[in-house]
C-alpha cells in the first residue's frame, strides 16, 4: 500500500485550518471558541439542545472547509460549545482541525453505532477506550493507525457511565471499529472484529480521536447503538432501531449535554 503519511515530511501542509478560517473562502464572523466542545455526529443533537435550553449563537456557520454548522452555547455555560461534527471521518476531521484552529482543547464525541457485539442491543451506550481504524483520514496523521486510543479524556469512562446509567441506559465499556465503508461491514469482517474484541461500527470517533491525539487534544467518545447487526445469515435481516430507541437517544444526549454544562462550570 502507498503510505499517505511520510514520517520523513518535514514540509508544512500547503493550507492550514487557521489560514482558511481567515481566508476569504470565509464570510461569516469568527469568534474565539471555549475550551471545551461537544460534537453531535446526529442530527437529533443541536435540535434537542434548542428544545431543552436557552442558547445563544457564537458561530452562524462553523469555518470549516466542509461543515458549516452552527455553534451553540446554553445560556450562562460560557465555557463549553455544542456543534455538529458532520458524517463520517472527513468531515470530523475538518471539524476539529477547525476547533483546534479556534481554540478548543478538549472534544466530546457523541454519536451512534451498529452494534455487533453478541450482548449488545439497541440503545446501550458504549464507551470505547480504543477505536479500530478502518477509515481514510487517519492514515493521513499517523503512519499505521491501527487503533485510536481514548488516552487523555475530558471526564473518563467512569463519569460518563454513572451519567448515562443514572439516565436509565445500559452502559458498555466496549471498544469500536469506524469505518468509512457502511455496505463493506461483511459477516466475516465482523465476525473477525468480535474476535479481536470489538462490539460496535460507527464512522467518525477513530478520525476524532486521532486528530486529537495529533494537536494534543483530549477526547472521548459515547455512542450509542442505533441498530442490531445479524451474527450470522441465519438471524433475522438487520433492521434500524428499536420501539424505543427515540425516547433512549434523547434520554442519552440530555444526560451528555446536563454533564457537559455541569462540568464545564
Known amino acids: 500500500m502507498t503510505p499517505w503519511f511520510y514520517e520523513e515530511d518535514g514540509t508544512r501542509p500547503v493550507f492550514t485550518a487557521e489560514e482558511h478560517v481567515q481566508s476569504k473562502h ?14 453531535f455526529c446526529l442530527g437529533r443533537g443541536l435540535p434537542l439542545l434548542e428544545e431543552t435550553r436557552e442558547v445563544k449563537v457564537l458561530m452562524e456557520r462553523l469555518p470549516g472547509f466542509i461543515t458549516h454548522t452552527p455553534v451553540l452555547q446554553a445560556a450562562g455555560h460560557e465555557n463549553v ?16 482541525e477547525t476547533l483546534h484552529a479556534l481554540g478548543t482543547e478538549e472534544v466530546l ?7 455487533f457485539g453478541e450482548e449488545i442491543q439497541v440503545g446501550d451506550v ?16 499517523f503512519p499505521q493507525p491501527v487503533t485510536a486510543e481514548m488516552e487523555k479524556r475530558p471526564w473518563g469512562r467512569e463519569l ?18 469506524t469505518t468509512d465503508a457502511v455496505y463493506r461491514q461483511t459477516f466475516y469482517k465482523e465476525a473477525r472484529w468480535r474476535d479481536l474484541g470489538y462490539a460496535g461500527v460507527d464512522m467518525e470517533a477513530s ?43 434523547d434520554r442519552f444526549l440530555k444526560a451528555a449535554i446536563g454533564l457537559a454544562l455541569q462540568e464545564a462550570q
Open 26 to 39: 470565509v464570510t461569516t464572523e469568527v469568534a474565539r471558541l471555549p475550551k471545551r466542545a461537544v460534537l
Open 81 to 96: 460549545c455544542f456543534l455538529d461534527g458532520g458524517r463520517g471521518a472527513p468531515q470530523a476531521a475538518c471539524v476539529v
Open 109 to 115: 464525541l457523541l454519536g451512534l453505532c451498529g452494534a
Open 126 to 141: 458504549l464507551l470505547p477506550g480504543r477505536v479500530l481504524c478502518e477509515e481514510g483520514a487517519s492514515w493521513h496523521y
Open 160 to 177: 460518563l457511565a454513572k451519567t448515562f446509567s443514572q439516565a436509565g441506559l445500559t452502559v458498555r465499556l466496549a471498544d469500536t471499529v
Open 207 to 249: 478520525a476524532v480521536a486521532n486528530v486529537c491525539r495529533f494537536y494534543n487534544m483530549r477526547c472521548e467518545a459515547a455512542l450509542m447503538a442505533s441498530d442490531k447487526h445479524p451474527l450470522s445469515p441465519e438471524q433475522p435481516a438487520w433492521a434500524w432501531g428499536a420501539g424505543d430507541f427515540k425516547e433512549q437517544r
